[in-house]
């Protein structure tokens, strides 16, 4: 009997330690405010709207991990974006439209397949002072800072303060099917591919950083249609303060362009900067600003975008929020402050009434879990 009871006590203390050895959680954000904007395209009126998503997407996602031994783990990313003030799923309807991917982790690094988010995405997060807010941030300025690509491998490793990613996608599907292909046809490999490189070093206060893209728009009419991208950024902390300031050049080839997914008009090269600073008033309280210029080679229509934030955090998972941003337009260029409602690549392009400058304003709430 004794045996038996020993055998019994064995056997579920390696049961609780199979169990204890994979995880998975469930997380999310949910973010939303009111807004006001004026100067809105086909008639120049303002408008007052409820928004998701102004400082965070809304999102709620399972991320998995199992202990394979050897300091090898097993890897899964489900995330699902929505809009929360109409609930219906985000990123042109797709339920894991933020990220989908399953995939090994170790000490050398991570190798996922699946959908994800670019080296490009992973930069701005840390580079831009915004931190890749939908409303406003650099992707008003270019949407490639929060692109993901369908059908994609990606690489991601740190060695003490070197961190180096890279991604290949088959068929990135940037354009949804509306502009090309979306990539993996027979016969034409390069419709649609995208592949991207990112090196950043972090020491103590300081951080550095490169990233490269290029991305084939998936035309047949044109198939050599690409867009290359390359950005170089920094930011230092002192005391309360940080600063932050990059420098992002694209250019289009073959009737490529410099916004995402879409064919050049005038757009087909540019030069974009951008400067900011954080600064942490109280461990609860926060302002950040920043200002953004784009430079179109051969046009005039040269847009600028100013972002002031205020943020309050309530405890560790609920904030309140106000940002207000303003663009500047002149000789055709039709920028507006926010990311959302334009059909141009996910940029503020098409936003705002051709020539005519936008303010924008928003104030929410937003809880993590």
Not at 4 to 29: E, R
Not at 67 to 92: A, R, Y
Not at 270 to 289: C, D, E, I, K, R
Not at 325 to 334: I, M
């Amino acid at each position: 009997m004794k045996m038996k009871l020993f055998a019994a006590a064995v056997a579920a203390l390696a049961a609780g330690g199979a169990y204890a050895q994979s995880s998975v959680t469930l997380y999310g954000v949910v973010d939303a405010g009111i807004e006001y904007q004026n100067s809105q395209p086909n008639g120049g009126h303002a408008v007052t709207r409820l928004t998701s998503g102004n400082m965070s997407g809304s999102r709620w996602g399972l991320r998995g991990v199992e202990d394979l031994g050897g300091g090898l783990k097993g890897v899964f990313v489900l995330e699902s974006g929505f809009s929360l003030d109409t609930g219906n799923s985000g990123q042109n309807g797709r339920l894991f439209g933020r990220q989908a991917y399953v995939g090994l982790s170790s000490q050398w690094g991570q190798l996922t397949l699946g959908r994800h988010q670019t080296p490009f995405y992973d930069f701005g997060l840390q580079f831009d002072p915004m931190a890749i807010s939908t409303n406003y941030s650099i992707t008003a300025q270019d949407g490639t800072f929060a692109q993901r690509a369908d059908n994609s491998v990606k690489y991601i490793g740190t060695f003490g303060g070197l961190t180096a990613s890279a991604l290949y996608s088959f068929g990135a599907g940037l354009n949804n099917g509306n502009l090309g292909s979306n990539g993996e046809v027979p016969g034409t490999s390069k419709l649609g591919r995208e592949y991207s490189v990112n090196l950043t070093y972090a020491a103590g206060p300081f951080a550095v950083g490169a990233v490269y893209d290029e991305t084939n728009l998936g035309v047949v009419a044109t198939p050599d249609a690409k867009t290359r991208r390359a950005s170089v950024a920094g930011s230092y902390a002192f005391g309360p303060a940080k600063v932050f300031a990059g420098y992002r050049w694209a250019k289009g080839y073959d009737v490529g362009g410099v916004l995402p997914g879409v064919l050049a008009g005038n757009k087909n090269s540019s030069n974009l900067y951008w400067l900011g600073l954080g600064y942490q008033v109280t461990p609860a309280f926060s302002l950040t600003g920043a200002a953004y210029y784009q430079d179109f080679r051969g046009s005039s229509a040269d847009p600028w975008s100013f972002v002031a934030s205020a943020d309050y955090a309530f405890s560790k998972r609920t904030d309140a929020y106000l940002n207000v941003s303003y663009a500047r337009n002149k000789d055709g260029s039709n920028l507006g402050v926010s990311s959302s409602g334009s059909n141009l690549g996910g940029s503020g392009f098409g936003g705002a009434a051709a020539n005519e400058n936008q303010f924008g304003a928003v104030v929410g709430i937003r809880h993590k879990f």
